[in-house]
């Protein structure tokens, strides 16, 4: 379609690159604005912890200094004691003279050793001063002092095993070099003060300020205090900004990662006689930068995204109004089309994504598999209890891009065949996006074609019947007669017992002989008995009451759970013979000692259902496509007649029959074969 100059899309289309323009420019200020912002944040908070860093550095230096004018303190007090005590010659002091000496000082005890570091004399200043664990205590340093200059002395704090224990020791030599004077006090005094005026005192407490992570002096021996546990540090030899620093006389910083957060560093030299050179690093947080800077970001974004939407909303609004209107149209067409080309396929069709979640299924595919598409959207397809039907892991993951396979599947139902066409799908890049999958339900053709070969070979079977039995049962009369007449008519004078036996065997053999020819008979006939109403439940009953005789002797458990006044039309005779066959089946399949057969009759949905099952070894799966072919038998002396029997009959009253081995069915709960009947109601 044209357009004249004048027209709205003619317009619309000179205002794009006007537009275009407009957005970058204001793209460009809101990103030049953020960027500045963020740079004069960082640097402010810079100057903030440069300050920070150099008060540390010089409360630092002037805790250290406090510690030592402190431990000088000490130590003159001291001192000045020792001078005093010189002054006796001979230093004759008494005990309790000694002891007055500690009360009126405040300290522990005052020891006097001679130059061999034996103690000579001793003053405490209460009973409970321990001077044997207090002379221990500064055994080692009394010989150390002993080979010392005259007035050498030494000033240390001994541990014991709790804090009463922790005592404070003054040595000094005398002049005259012939004692060694100790003075022991109380450390708790002592040790608290230090820490109270100490540089790790100082770090702790500022590191509580809200903001700073870590406050942490390091030298090249290590991490010498710390105001909280870090992990291991590189080397100051292998930190560059470490090394830098120590040659800089300013603070520098960088921005480093602490325990998975982002934080600033500010690092600055520091030397003290006592912890030698090394290197102050204060780590603060940037959670108020970020917040702060993320603001304005916000600011920033919102102003310029308002205002360029106002300009774009307005003209896309005029410009898609009409587009909206013709695509959800079309969408609507194309889409009651599509659902209605979907759901009208009489196969079933699925389609997965390329994670395998199913997309889409159609009416049949729902009604085959009795779910769906609210139940199986968004499902993974090897989730389902039916993924084995189509195996779309061989096209999605495999190289050919279609394939056709034969799949079966069983549930409650029965079983199920399927002829089954996946094709890969590709996205508009083709790449693969995921697959469709068309499932042909043939099992009604498959059980026509086994129904088409079993009549065959009933026809095969009655054409041998019909010229067979009549030959086969005169000569079988014969010898029962004769066998009859052998045992009735004759009386052997020798061996009686052994020819009593071979003629009675002579006798049952020909009776199932002829048993056999009477169901070849039976099933090459078909049709038999006139149908009518029936009382179904009594039939039954009477049914298994004439099977239970011929296994008197046998322990095998009878289960019943027959409905009373169920009706059917049927034929009796026909009837009474297919249960026969099956109630036959399942007691010759169960074990010798713990048998269980267990029959029920019910109607449901307008159906009758009748169950034989049984707790025997069960049907393998390769066969039981099979046992219901006539002369097919797993049994030794089987004639592979009884099933085939069941199975025509069952075929001439309209219904169906399925063998499901174990049984799955809760009214069933047994470990061998389930034989399932549907008859018409």
């Known amino acids: 379609m044209n357009h004249s100059p004048t027209s709205p899309a003619s317009r619309v289309r000179y205002l794009l690159p006007l537009l275009a323009m407009v957005a970058i420019l204001i793209f460009i200020a809101t990103y030049l604005g953020i960027r500045k912002s963020r740079s004069d944040s960082l640097e402010l908070l810079g100057r903030q912890g440069t300050a920070l860093i150099e008060s540390l550095a010089l ?34 002091y008494s005990v309790e003279e ?44 009394v010989n150390n002092l002993v080979i010392s200059p005259p007035g050498a002395s030494d000033f240390i704090t001994a541990t014991g095993d709790s804090p009463n224990e922790i005592s404070l020791f003054y040595l000094q030599k005398t002049y005259d070099d012939r ?40 030298s090249f021996d290590g991490i010498i205090f710390s105001s909280r546990k870090l992990d291991p540090l590189l080397k100051i030899d292998k930190d560059p900004l470490l090394t830098a620093a120590l040659e800089s006389d300013t603070a520098l910083s960088r921005l480093t990662d602490f325990n998975g957060r982002e934080i600033l560093e500010l690092v600055r030299k520091f030397s003290s006689a006592e912890f030698g050179e ?33 300009i774009v909303l307005s003209i ?22 599509a659902d209605k080309v979907f759901d009208s396929i009489n196969s079933g069709l699925v389609v997965i994504d390329r994670e395998s979640r199913v997309v889409s299924v159609n009416r049949q595919f729902q009604e085959t598999f009795h779910a769906t598409l609210h139940t199986l959207g968004g499902q993974r397809w090897v989730d389902l209890p039916f993924q084995g039907v189509v195996p779309f892991g061989e096209i999605l993951l495999g190289d050919k891009a279609t394939g056709e396979f034969r799949t079966e599947f069983a549930d409650s139902s029965g079983k ?12 508009y890049e083709g790449k693969p996006s995921g697959a469709v999958a068309i499932i042909y339900d043939y099992t009604r053709i498959r059980e026509l074609e086994e129904t088409s070969h079993r009549r065959e070979r009933l026809t095969e079977l009655g054409d041998l019947a019909a010229g067979v039995a009549h030959e086969i049962r005169n000569p079988l009369n014969g010898i029962s007669i004769a066998a009859q007449r052998l045992l009735s008519e004759f009386e052997p004078t020798e061996n009686r017992e052994e020819f009593r036996r071979f003629a ?10 002829n048993e056999i020819v009477t169901r070849f008979l039976a099933l090459a006939r078909g049709k038999g008995g006139d149908a009518g109403r029936i009382d179904l439940s009594r039939v039954t009953l009477e049914t298994i009451d004439l099977v239970k005789m011929g296994y008197k002797s046998s322990a095998t458990q009878l289960r019943l759970n027959i409905e009373p006044g169920l009706t059917a039309f049927l034929s009796e005779d026909r009837y009474k013979q297919m249960l026969i066959n099956l109630v036959r089946n399942a007691y010759e399949a169960c074990p010798v000692s713990d ?8 109607k449901a949905d307008n159906r009758l259902h009748l169950t034989v099952a049984d707790n025997g070894p069960g049907i393998p799966e390769d066969i039981r496509d099979k046992i219901f072919n006539p002369y097919f038998s797993t049994k030794e002396k089987g004639t592979g007649l009884g099933l085939s029997i069941v199975h025509q009959i069952v075929t001439e009253f309209g219904g169906t029959i399925e063998v499901v081995s174990p049984p799955t069915s809760t009214a069933s709960p047994l470990s061998g074969a389930e034989f399932r009947v549907t008859l018409p109601g």
């Open 278 to 310: 090394g290197v102050f690093r204060l780590g603060l947080s940037l959670d108020k930068y970020h917040e702060i800077v993320a603001g304005f970001d916000r600011q920033m974004i919102v102003f310029s995204v308002v205002l360029f939407a106002g």
């Open 98 to 141: 000694l002891a007055e000496f500690t009360l009126a000082y405040d300290i522990d005890a005052i020891m006097v050793f001679d130059s061999a570091g034996v103690l000579l004399n001793y003053g405490t200043g209460g009973p409970l001063v321990d001077i044997d664990f207090l002379t221990e205590s500064v055994a080692g340093d």
């Open 595 to 602: 048998g269980v057969v267990q029959v029920s009759l019910k």
């Open 179 to 218: 004692y060694i004077i100790v003075f022991s006090a109380d450390a708790l005094f002592y040790t608290s003060s230090k820490r109270s005026i100490g540089i790790g005192f100082l770090v702790r407490n500022i590191a509580q300020e809200v903001g700073i992570e870590y406050i942490v002096f390091q």
């Open 316 to 337: 896309m609004y005029m410009v898609g109004k009409e587009k909206r209107r013709y695509l959800t149209r079309s969408l609507g067409e194309v889409q009651s089309l």
């Open 416 to 427: 199920k065949y399927f002829l089954v066409n996946v094709a890969r799908l590709a996205d």
């Open 504 to 513: 009675g065997q002579i006798r049952s053999e020909a009776n199932r002989l």
């Open 59 to 92: 409360s630092a230096d002037n805790a250290i200094k406090a510690n030592s004018f402190f431990d000088l303190l000490i130590q003159e007090k001291f001192a000045d004691l020792t001078s005093f005590l010189e002054n006796r010659p001979d230093f004759n």
